[in-house]
């Protein structure tokens, strides 16, 4: 069976300040992540011509995935994380500070919870969707460079998890990558 690679974009100068969303470029820890990643990608697919690369349309996922060589890269704009609405460019401290009401009703049902003027969990999965059905039509790897919501509902489909589990599917940080040998 044809593999297919999941990973999030290297670390983004918003993740540093620890705030959500946004569209960052990625910080040197970043960029150092995605030169790792180029290799192990051009490694490991080295034999597979028809292999691809899928970004979301954010900077940092396309920034991730630049290094890599010799493989098509294709943006889709239903790989972007999730719309954090009103709470965009906020960190959780703040958010629970300024919007304790919010940050409680996400806090009870992450699942369903939707940002005023942005989305939920569920809204993600749903467009997911034209995602999923072409990964499934692929016979060749991909390599998706996305972001931690996307990633998890991705996850959670190909590895037949329940849905209410897919909010607190832990995601390794790409930094803990850096240190071990890919
Ligand atoms: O910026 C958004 C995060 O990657 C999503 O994480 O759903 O656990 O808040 P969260």
Not at 15 to 39: F, M, P, Q
Not at 76 to 101: F, H, Q, S
Not at 116 to 135: H, M, T
Request: charged share 30%; aromatic share 8%.
């Amino acid at each position: 069976p044809r593999p297919i690679l999941l990973t999030r974009h290297g670390e983004s100068l918003y993740n540093v300040r620890g705030r959500i969303g946004g569209d960052t470029a990625i910080s040197e820890t970043g960029e150092l992540y995605a030169k790792k990643l180029a290799n192990f990608v051009e490694k490991r697919l080295k034999n597979e011509k028809a292999a691809s690369i899928w970004t979301s349309t954010l900077q940092r996922t396309i920034l991730t995935a630049s290094p890599i060589a010799g493989f098509p890269k294709i943006q889709w704009r239903a790989l972007d994380e999730i719309n954090a609405g009103v709470c965009d460019g906020m960190t959780y401290e703040e958010i629970k500070k300024n919007m304790p009401e919010e940050y409680e009703s996400r806090k009870k049902d992450k699942l369903r919870y939707r940002y005023p003027r942005g989305e939920s969990y569920l809204d993600v999965i749903q467009r997911l969707e034209p995602v999923i059905i072409e990964l499934e039509r692929q016979r060749a790897p991909v390599v998706v460079v996305s972001h931690q919501a996307v990633l998890r509902a991705l996850y959670a489909y190909f590895a037949d998890r329940p849905l209410s589990e897919i909010p607190h599917i832990e995601m390794l940080k790409e930094t803990k990558f850096i240190k071990a040998p890919l």
